[in-house]
């Protein structure tokens, strides 16, 4: 049983992915191998919330404006019930999701101490077994049927974490071949996909990623790639976040590298430029689960309207944009943006972002761009999102300034 008909679909971004029920727990901390753990109060399950890699990043992508959907295998049961319900709250399409009483929905356990900072123990369930046929059998025939009716240049996300290698390489290998941008989430480490998560073979993700567009890994996982990559780089400990993405990008041969490093901020590069995005600062952080998910849905939002950048100036756009998605998701329990708040924090961190709030309702019906970014409307968000750039520099730039006149006076 499958969402979708011989009627195109409208979604302009589709992602093959991590879908899950995060049951939440909150522990006084997190014990180790071999030790006892307590939890924090009496109420053990605190909550049940609706997440995954994808599903998570899809859901920031749609609130920022992006049409988009899931590709995914779920069964008849309680959490796939749960989690389909969620997708049609934050506005993600399930035209591409497969339900079957043959399939076990995904479900994680999080494990949440005071300050924030978790373990996560996941079960992917039938998550774990879309690989390259499945691919071929439940979502090429979706994916081709929308790009021949899309009226502009379709985008595919995907993730090294649950889905295996084989499945992923599949899914960009179709992008690739239908000229659809494609996205990569190198969530775990090469070496954590091959062992721990069993995926595949680090050589496998190493082709994914040859594959892909735009790759985003964490930092543990970028410092993998380079030096299966190159074996002879310096380690990315003796390199700035920014050296580090515009050494991988040039490694991959990609069009631009987004390297996220938790509260230490980020950095984007491409062939020829690269910076440094810094977190937003936040009245309280409540999770940070998920907050890399929204940073990445923030990425995918910024080149859908604005096309993949390509200055150092429309690198710190974009980047500004994901950092805001980010800020907001960290204030929120649980991986998917509230309704009520999520946007609210953005758009006062990233006042651009105002406009895809006020066109989201009809952005799917767009009809006038023959690729990515290059519609009326997203030229003008792309405008706007260039003058909070110039704005938050020019402030940053006279804080630094009263910063050394009040040390001279001194």
Wanted: charged share 15%.
């Amino acid at each position: 049983r499958r969402g979708f008909s011989t009627v195109p679909e409208t979604t302009q971004c589709f992602g093959l992915g991590s879908n899950v029920v995060d049951r939440f727990h909150r522990v006084h901390k997190v014990p180790a191998a071999g030790a006892k753990g307590f939890f924090a109060t009496d109420k053990v399950l605190e909550a049940s919330v609706v997440g995954g890699v994808t599903l998570n990043h899809l859901s920031w992508a749609s609130m920022l404006g992006v049409p988009t959907g899931l590709l995914a295998l779920q069964g008849e049961d309680t959490t796939g019930e749960e989690i389909r319900s969620a997708m049609a709250d934050v506005g993600v399409s399930k035209a591409g999701v497969v339900v079957s009483s043959k399939f076990s929905s995904s479900v994680s356990m999080i494990f949440l101490q005071d300050d924030g900072e978790r373990c996560i123990i996941m079960a992917p369930a039938a998550t774990g077994t879309i690989d390259r046929l499945a691919v071929d059998e439940h979502f090429h025939g979706l994916i081709s049927l929308c790009n021949k009716s899309s009226p502009r240049q379709m985008i595919i996300t995907t993730e090294v974490s649950q889905v295996p290698m084989s499945g992923v390489t599949r899914l960009l290998e179709i992008a690739k071949t239908e000229n659809i941008l494609s996205f990569i989430d190198v969530d775990v480490p090469p070496s954590v996909a091959e062992n721990e998560a069993n995926l595949g073979t680090a050589a496998q993700v190493l082709e994914a990623v040859k594959l892909a567009n735009i790759v985003k890994p964490t930092l543990e996982a970028a410092e993998e790639l380079l030096v299966l990559l190159d074996p002879s780089a310096p380690s990315v400990r003796d390199l700035l976040l920014t050296e580090t993405a515009s050494r991988l990008v040039k490694a991959i041969g990609c069009q631009l590298v987004a390297i996220t490093d938790g509260s230490r901020g980020a950095a984007l590069a491409n062939s020829t430029a690269s910076v440094q995005v810094p977190c937003f600062p936040v009245p309280k952080v409540l999770d940070t689960t998920g907050a890399g998910d929204a940073f990445f849905g923030g990425l995918v939002a910024g080149c859908y309207h604005s096309a993949v950048p390509k200055t150092a100036d429309e690198l710190k756009a974009v980047g500004m944009l994901a950092a805001a998605a980010g800020a907001a998701c960290v204030q929120v329990l649980g991986c998917l943006p509230n309704k009520t708040t999520s946007s609210q924090v953005v758009s006062a961190l990233v006042p651009a972002a105002q406009k895809l709030f006020a066109s989201s309702a009809t952005s799917s019906s767009s009809s006038a761009s023959a690729s990515v970014g290059s519609d009326s409307a997203g030229a003008l968000f792309a405008a706007s999102l260039r003058l909070d750039v110039a704005t938050l520099q020019a402030q940053a730039t006279m804080q630094q300034d009263n910063s050394s006149a009040a040390a001279a006076e001194k």
